[in-house]
């Protein structure tokens, strides 16, 4: 069996980590390395380990996924300047944890490209 992921301990109590949303689908807290004022993960509460190895069974977990980001920014004041939401996909794509997650960025104007 495969080492559990830092975010299946954290959905599993074993690292203790204190919610900015939580619902029966989704759980969202602070980025532990903040890269904007407003700086949130959201992971689903079913592993999926990213969008490429995703399938048809995903497809509501990952839309939840996306609801709850929209749901974080209102709850931290971000919705109506803006944000960003970015999903790293693989090792190209700069995944480091192998658990599907989504970060909502906000709370400052965000450059583009990213880098």
Not at 2 to 10: A, G, M, R
Not at 32 to 54: D, G
Not at 68 to 84: C, D, H, P, S
Request: proline letters at 6%; hydrophobic letters at 35%.
């Amino acid at each position: 069996m495969s080492e559990k992921t830092i975010f299946e301990k954290i959905l599993q109590g074993e690292i203790p980590c204190k919610p900015v949303y939580e619902d029966e689908y989704t759980f969202a807290f602070n980025d532990i390395n903040p890269q904007a004022p407003v700086h949130i993960l959201i992971i689903p509460k079913k592993k999926i380990v990213n969008v490429a190895e995703s399938n048809e069974t995903d497809i509501e977990q990952m839309g939840r996924v996306l609801y709850t980001a929209k749901k974080v920014a209102e709850l931290t004041g971000i919705a109506k300047t803006g944000y960003r939401l970015v999903m790293n996909n693989g090792d190209h794509g700069g995944q480091t944890v192998y658990y599907m997650h989504c970060h909502v960025l906000g709370g400052r104007s965000l450059a583009w490209p990213p880098g």
